[in-house]
Each structure stands twice: as C-alpha cells, then as structure tokens.
C-alpha cells in the first residue's frame, strides 16, 4: 500500500508541476504520443508480477505430475519384470523350458509391452516375443552389464524412431546356468500424458491470469485510476486559472479522499487570495488615479503659475507702457521710442513662452536626412557664446570626423541648444562646458547609436529631482525665471527621433552631465566607406 501511495503521490506531484497557465498539463515532444498512466503501470505490474508467481508455482507442479508420472511406469515396468523375472526362474528350476517359451510369446498379446528378450550366459537370444525387434540390437553392453554384475540394468532408447524405455534384469536357467532377460516398453504414452498435463496447466494459467488482469484492472481504475484522473483535470482546471473547480470522488474516505480535500481547500485559498488581489489592484489603480489627478492638478497650478507670470508681466508691462503713449502724446522721441522697444520686447517674450508650449505638443514630422553633429555642435557654440561670455563659462567642443546620424537639424539644434543654456544657467560663478560626440558605441535590437554629452561643472542635479527633471514645467528656479519646457522639449524631440536622453551627476567632478542616444545614419555611412574605399580599390586594381 505504501509503494501504491508513493506513485499516486508522484503523479499527482508531476501532474501539478506539468500544468502551465495558459497550456494545460504538459505533453511529450511527438504531440500525439500519450504517457502511460500510473493505474496503468500498476496494472501490468501485478499482472505480471501475480501471473510469475503463479506460472512459477505452474511450472513446478508440472515437473512434479512429469515425475509422478514417469516414476509410476518405471514402477509398473519393473513389477512386470519382477513377475516374469520369478516365473522364468521357477518353469527352468522345473525343466520346463517350453513353458517358458510359451510364456514369453504370450507376453507379445500385452499392449503395453514392447518385447521380451530372454539371453543366456553368453549374451545370445535364446527366446523372444516379437521378431520384428530383433533387427535393432542395441542391447549387447547393456545385457553383458547385467550378467557380469548380477544387478538390474535400466537405459532408454530409440527403436524405429520412438523411445523405449527397457529394463534388463539376471535369470537363472537352471543347471547353475545364469541369463538374463530384457522387457521393454514404449514411452509414447507417458508423452502423451505429459503434453496433455501440460497444456491442461497452460490453459489454466491463461485463464487465471486474464481473470486476474480482469479483477485488478477494474479495481485500480476505480480506485486509483479515476480519483488520479479526477485530480489531474483539478489541477489543470487551477493551472487554466477557473478557481472555481472542485474536485470531487465518489469515495469519501482513504487517502484520495484526504487529497482531494486539500486541494479544494487550496483551491478555495487561491481564489481568496485571487479576489483580494483584485481588490487590492483595483483600490491601488483607484489611489493612483487620484494621485495622477492630484499630480495634474498640482502640474495644472505650476503651469498656471507660471504662465500667469510669465505672460501676465510682459502684458502688464505692454499695458502700462501703451497706457502712458496714449496718455502722454506729448513724450519726447526718445522716451516714446524706449517704450515702444520695451513693449516689443515683452511682446517677444509672450511669443517665447507660447513657442515653447507648442513645441512640447508638437505632432509634425521630422524631417529626416542624414545630420553632421559637428556642424549642431557649432552652430550651437556660436549661439551660446555671447550668453557663456557673460557668464564666464568656457566652452569645449570636441570633434569627430565623419559623423552623422539620422535626423532633422532643426530640431537637434533645439535639443542641445537647451541643454546647454540650461548647463550655463546652472553656472552664474563660471565653469566649463563640453560637447562631445561617439559614434555607434550603444547597440540595440540592430541599431547603432551615437552618443552624445553635454558636461559642466556646476553643482549638480538634486538625486531627488533626477527622475522629474524631464518632466513638463518641472523647474527649480524660482517664478518667472523659467517655465520647465527646455528639457521636456529636448526629450519631446529626441524620442521623436527614435532615441533617448539621460540625466545624470558627474562622478569624477561636480557637475551634470545630459547623454544623447540617437540612431547613426545607415546610408550616409555606406557612402562614405565606399568613397574612402575606392581609391584603395583603384591602386590595387
């Protein structure tokens, strides 16, 4: 019983470990091929295993009829012998040598017996039964081993193709002569016996074990095939993720009956589990709702903030500036001309602002050619110069030759013109700013990507502000000194370019550092190894 549970245990155990989510319990590579069940398994042993003993206990039985049976001709062959052995020696102690012959040819009417040889001292027949066994004599050694010793001799042999088995026992012929004779009998019908007794035993067997095979499939099935069957689907059920199978056996009491308990039971677990889960998930999308709307409410202040600020001063100022012209006609030329450059001014300074938050909504497509970082880098230096030479910051460009990615100059002439005034606003006491550029250095699903930097040496980003400082109107200045939008723009803008911008601290110098991914020109590269190429092809050609 203990072997039977193990098994159950572990088919149970493989079947659980088989079952996946989304296929079901496992299947042998083949597809078509079907395991062998452990009901089934169990089956064929027993079988087997009980066919073994009982065909062992067959098989011995057998052995034991065959001997039964030849020790009983044997027994009947040497009472005859004694028999004939006593009158022999009685009708030639009597002189009656013819009756002794008449004896021995009255033996021949016997079925039973083959022959009757009688020898005299020299090993001569002297008389016989059947003159047709006289033409095979395979008897001498045997018939000179009987005078010489005095003692019976048995052997079997092979007459016309048939077996006999023949028993030569010593006579005395009177007159202190002394003889022998041989008495014979065929052995067909002890074969006979043997091959009935074996088939009767064979037949037995067969049907002992087809009734045995019978009795056991049909308990094991119901017993252990069924409730196995009924766990595997259970199981298969859970793994399909229906929490809501149970399983169920006909029988309510035994080890299966205990399984199947708990694993209703864990069945009843899971699905607890499974709602809470749910509800859990639900009540943290419905916190995370809130705080996304809480964040764009805090996002919708800031924006307001400082857009109010920064539209509403230049306004106010148009305002009052516009107010005193109309007011005043009779200003000098000179303070109307100031005023007018005052409000044209802040008149550029609202159409910065609203500039600003339609690139960051911007849905036009980029124009694609292949773009030299080179000539972005420069362009962008001479832009910032003015702005860096005020500041104090000096301005470091390093150049790589034959670099091009794909992309639109425009707008990559945004992105870093941002970054980098937001380098040299980070740095009112002076510093260093570098630009640099490193061709198909990152790799990713096929793609090369050049990288770019933007280095200063100022304090640094926050840890704190790292992850929110690409975000909209996300900004540490104070209001009216920016709105957020330059950084957000930039990676508005680079995504749009199939790549990615980081943020991070300089770890070997204070400072930040802004690192550009974008996809390096395929063509354009082509191009230019085929151009550096075909002179090299020309000399060696």
Known sequence: ???????????????????????????????????????????????????????????????????????????????????????????????????????????????????????????????????????????????????????????????????????????????????????????????????????????????????????????????????????????????????????????????????????????????????????????????????????????????????????????????ARAARLMHTPDLPLEVRQRNLTIIREQSRRIGRVVRQLLDLSRTNGIRRQPVDLNEVFSDVGELIEPQARRNRVSVEIERTPLFYIDGDKDMLHQVFLNLCINSIQAMPRGGLLRLNCRPGVVERDGVEFAVAQVLDTGPGIEPEHLEHIFDPFFTTKDVGQGTGLGLAVSRRIVEDHRGWIEAANNESEPGAIFTVFLPCSQELAITVSDELLAPVDQEVG
């Not at 989304?22 to 062998?36: I, V, W």
């Not at 045995?212 to 595997?232: E, N």
């Open 1 to 319: 019983m203990g072997a039977t549970e193990n098994l159950v245990g572990k088919e149970v155990a493989n079947a659980v470990r088989s079952t996946s989510p989304l296929r079901g319990p496992s299947q042998r590579d083949g597809g078509n091929e079907t395991p062998m069940t452990t009901s089934t398994r169990l089956i064929l042993f027993l079988t087997l295993a009980v066919g073994l003993v009982i065909g062992v206990i067959n098989y011995t039985g057998l052995r034991r009829r065959e001997a039964a049976l030849q020790a009983t001709m044997r027994s009947e062959l040497l009472a005859h012998a004694y028999t004939l052995q006593i009158a022999l020696e009685d009708l030639f102690k009597a002189d009656r040598s013819g009756d002794a012959s008449r004896l021995v040819d009255r033996l021949s009417e016997n079925p039973y017996l083959f022959r009757v040889i009688l020898f005299d001292e020299n090993a001569r027949v002297l008389m016989y039964s059947d003159q047709d066994s006289l033409g095979e004599q395979s008897y001498q050694p045997e018939v000179l081993s009987a005078l010489s010793s005095g003692e019976r001799v048995e052997y079997t042999h092979l007459i016309a193709g048939q077996e006999y088995l023949s028993l030569i026992l010593p006579v005395q012929l009177g007159s202190g002569r002394r003889g022998a004779f041989e008495i014979a009998q065929p052995t067909a019908s002890l074969l006979a016996d043997i091959a009935r007794t074996r088939l009767d035993h064979a037949i037995n067997l067969s049907v002992v074990v087809i009734v045995i095979f019978l009795i056991v499939t049909f308990v094991l099935r119901r017993s252990l095939g069924r409730p196995i069957k009924a766990l595997l689907e259970g199981a298969a059920a859970i793994g399909r993720g229906d929490l809501s199978y149970r399983v169920s056996l006909a029988t309510k009491t035994g080890e299966f009956a205990q399984l199947a308990n708990e694993f209703n039971r864990m069945a009843d677990s899971l699905s607890a589990q499974n709602a809470a889960a749910l509800q859990a998930s639900e009540q943290r999308l419905k916190l995370e709702r809130e705080l996304q709307h809480r964040d764009r409410l805090v996002m919708i202040g800031r924006i307001s903030a400082s857009v109010a600020h920064e539209m509403g001063t230049p306004l106010n100022v148009i305002d």
